[in-house]
């Protein structure tokens, strides 16, 4: 017992050990940074992905329901003004042209931050001496795998609106016949859904953003693991948020703070659950590989590049 305990302990340190040496704090900042300029590009995606089958007020109103429940109403200010500010352009060809190549960008932003962090913590870079003509490849196809990103939350958002819709009319089915369950069960289903839908999205985040291979079966170890300290890290977070007077002290801007407070939050939590998935694959797991135009350099390498500079 006692060995398992000390071997536990060791874990758990080392995954701290190396969320401060990855400077985890400075990236969230960051991350948290990009997500202003993003915000109104993903809604209008997201919305875009879902409502192709619910429609757009079905999909504006689930996002803030979803918003609502993480964040707080405070919170969720900011996206219902940025849901209602968010509409496609129709001036003009010009214009259309213009706010796609503007929705493009902006939408991978901070999936593009994402991806930069994550490539940190995995200790990943491309290879030296790369032709020009490959680093404005490498940027498209970066890019691309990016705005996917984006697509795929829009597609979850799909599901999650598609299971609670399916939900809700089992619920008025039953009511309506002798099969008779419980309340509870729909009020179970309605937690356990958006969570199942967080674990799908950390596995995408931890299996495709990364520059590296890592194996499905560890994959979903760290993001379950994730999906728990999400789940912990929800009730704190609104817990300080809700006892903290940043709304009042910032004024009109407090929900706009509070949002990036709980960006800030969650993407510490996202950058630990990170740390867990490489120590894990590092002690427990099978390792992990680059492609031929990546390569891996250790902590110490990091050291030296910033002592020459």
């Keep these: 017992m006692k060995e398992r305990l000390k071997k536990i ?35 209008i995606v997201a919305v875009f992905v879902a409502g192709l089958i619910f429609g ?43 706010s796609g190549v503007t929705l ?19 200790k990943v870079k491309y290879k030296p001496g790369r032709s ?20 795929t939350m829009g597609f979850l958002l799909l599901v999650s609106l598609l299971l609670s819709a399916i939900l809700s009319a089992l619920h008025r089915y039953l009511s309506d016949t002798f099969l008779s369950i419980p309340t509870y069960v729909f009020d179970i289903a309605d937690v356990v859904i958006p969570l199942f839908i967080i674990f799908i999205l950390f596995m995408i985040i931890f299996k495709v953003l990364p520059d590296v291979n890592i194996r ?30 940043v709304a009042s002290t910032y004024g009109a801007a407090g929900s706009l703070i509070i949002f990036l407070l709980w960006i800030y ?14 120590v894990y694959v590092e002690r427990i797991g099978e390792g992990v590989t680059t492609s031929k135009k990546y390569m891996r350099y250790e902590e110490s390498l990091i050291a030296d590049e910033e002592d020459s500079k």
């Design 56 to 98: 757009e007020d079905a999909a504006r109103g689930e996002i803030v329901y979803q918003i609502e429940d993480l964040v707080g109403r405070e919170g969720a200010v900011i996206v219902q003004a940025a849901l209602k500010n968010s509409r496609y352009s129709d001036d003009g060809l010009t214009a259309i042209i213009i």
């Design 9 to 43: 302990w060791d874990f758990t340190e080392r995954v701290f050990d190396q969320w401060a040496e990855d400077r985890c704090p400075k990236l969230g900042a960051a991350l948290s940074f990009y997500m202003i300029f993003s915000l109104s590009p993903l809604l």
């Design 132 to 151: 020009f003509f490959k680093v404005i490849k490498g940027f498209f196809i970066d890019r691309f795998q990016s705005f996917a990103m984006v697509v």
């Design 104 to 122: 493009l960008i902006g939408s991978t932003i901070v999936f593009a931050a994402l991806q930069d962090s994550l490539n940190l913590i995995w």
């Design 265 to 278: 939050y969650s993407a510490q939590i996202l950058f630990l659950g990170v740390e867990f998935t490489k």
């Design 216 to 245: 499905w079966k560890d994959v979903w170890v760290g993001a379950l693991v994730t999906s728990a300290l999400f789940v912990l890290g929800k009730f704190l977070i609104g817990l300080y948020l809700g006892s903290s007077t």
